[in-house]
């Protein structure tokens, strides 16, 4: 009996395609979790204790070192421990918690000895790593009250391995019926360098105005010491305390020259997912010389992502002064939605 030719070209097609899918199988990286779930994808990323799978079945994951029993990637890597030292590696497979590497190196680490895979130049001690956002809202409405506003943010950040600059700059203006309500600017300025262990220490510098609070001109400049807390948790806190000498000049009221007190609390979090964050930004001065003199402003929000890096943001931002020259509010307080592109 004769075979069709084209039952000989669908068998010989399935067998291909089994091959390649075989093929395409053996070539997946793979990762055993400590409850024996299996991860089947492709190896993206290791950092800040987490291994990043691409997978087809969902998606992008996030799996915390400590929970992986083996691991095996196929591809050329990159590792850098936390004693310092870089490794190359063709393959690498990770059983009974223990690095094994390719047949070229006699390392013998364990898991939780590795810091990152494939880290970037900046984290090797090369060059800075930039990164930043700059957003703004426009508010416009016509009618009984015609109301024009325009409100913009920078916020950009180099960091190395060993320090960080931080540059910001905010402002904000309004009118309602052709008449000029608010306007203000703050730019601001820092350098952190990083200590062993969790610490830091940096200088800080700023300078603002607000014409509708009587402020010409407020600056300060000051040093202080910082530290990062629970980086291990889905709410790390960065706190920073210091000294700086303020200077304010005002249109009418008189002028004051103070050294301060100062503090600031930053936290982001990733908690709700799907790339989305969590953020309060605080930051207060005290004079030291004044009991009842105190600067404060508080901003809390979240961002999340739109299309490619354009994120939106919504928040709310307190801004409380006891000394507000008289004839002017003490808390001001602002509701804001934001759009932005971050990189």
């Keep these: 009996m004769t075979i069709p030719h084209t039952q000989i070209l669908a068998s010989l097609a399935l067998a291909l395609f089994m091959i390649a899918s075989a093929g395409a199988q053996a070539s997946m990286d793979r990762v055993e979790l400590l409850n024996g779930s299996l991860i089947i994808g492709r190896f993206i990323d290791a950092d800040n204790g987490k291994v990043t799978m691409e997978t087809e079945f969902a998606g992008t994951l996030k799996i915390d070192q400590s929970r992986i029993a083996s691991m095996d990637v196929t591809s050329s890597l990159t590792l850098q421990m936390e004693d310092g030292s870089v490794l190359e590696t063709s393959t690498l497979v990770v059983a009974d918690q223990t690095l094994a590497l390719d047949d070229t190196s006699d390392a013998n680490y364990a898991i939780d000895q590795l810091t990152r895979i494939n880290p970037e130049p900046w984290e090797l001690g090369r060059g800075y790593k930039p990164s930043g956002i700059a957003s703004t809202a426009f508010t416009l409405q016509r009618g009984n009250t015609v109301l024009e506003e325009l ?31 608010a306007e203000n600017w703050m730019i601001a300025g820092k350098y952190d360098r990083f200590q062993v262990g969790d610490y830091y220490w940096g200088i800080a510098a700023s300078a603002e105005e607000n014409r509708f609070a009587d402020l010409d001109l407020r600056t300060s400049i000051g040093p202080y010491v910082g530290r990062n807390l629970l980086e291990d948790t889905p709410f790390p806190l960065e706190l920073e305390t210091g000294l700086s000498q303020v200077n304010e000049d005002f249109a009418n009221d008189a002028d004051r020259s103070y050294v301060g007190l100062t503090w600031s609390l930053r936290s982001e979090s990733d908690y709700l997912g799907n790339d989305s964050r969590l953020f309060v930004d605080h930051k207060g001065v005290k004079n030291l010389a004044e009991r009842n003199n105190l600067i404060l402003n508080t901003t809390v929000g979240l961002t999340f992502p739109l299309i490619g890096q354009i994120q939106g943001a919504t928040e709310l931002v307190l801004d409380y002064n006891s000394g507000a020259v008289a004839g002017t509010e003490e808390l001001d307080q602002t509701y804001r939605i934001r759009l932005g592109y971050s990189w």
């Design 151 to 181: 409100d913009y943010k920078l916020e950009a950040r180099w960091r190395s391995l060993y320090d960080r600059y931080t540059l910001r700059l905010d402002g904000e203006m309004r009118e309602a019926n052709r008449t000029r309500t």
